[in-house]
Nanobody
Framework: QVQLVESGGGLVQAGGSLTLSCAASGRTFENYYMGWFRQAPGKEREFVAA???????YYANSVKGRFTISRDNAKKTMYLQMNSLKPEDTAVYYCAAGTAASLSASYPYWGQGTQVTVSS
């Protein structure tokens, strides 16, 4: 089992920045891909970014160049630095641990989510 706890969400104006954190506990953290997904009201959950254990990163086209994913395997913590935020980035953001980069079905472990709201 892997337990995941997100933090860092909040309300920010368009163009602003937020950093999300995801603290992991339980099974070996570095064996997993770590990913961020988000779900806006009335929409399906979508892939945002992921990092392999070695640091290879993957991004959705919608956030590429604005968001940066990173992980500290020693601290069992993952981060999502979000810059140039847009109202369409408003969603509940989830961190997850899994076995592949962008497929939500490959992530068996999920956090409880943290709300990010971007005002225009």
């Amino acid at each position: 089992q892997v337990q995941l706890v997100e933090s860092g969400g909040g309300l920010v104006q368009a163009g602003g920045s937020l950093t999300l954190s995801c603290a992991a506990s339980g099974r070996t953290f570095e064996n997993y891909y770590m990913g961020w997904f988000r779900q806006a009201p009335g929409k399906e959950r979508e892939f945002v970014a992921a990092s392999s254990w070695s640091g290879t990163t993957y991004y959705a086209n919608s956030v590429k160049g604005r968001f940066t994913i990173s992980r500290d395997n020693a601290k069992k913590t993952m981060y999502l630095q979000m810059n140039s935020l847009k109202p369409e980035d408003t969603a509940v953001y989830y961190c997850a641990a899994g076995t592949a980069a962008s497929l939500s079905a490959s992530y068996p472990y999920w956090g409880q989510g943290t709300q990010v709201t971007v005002s225009s």
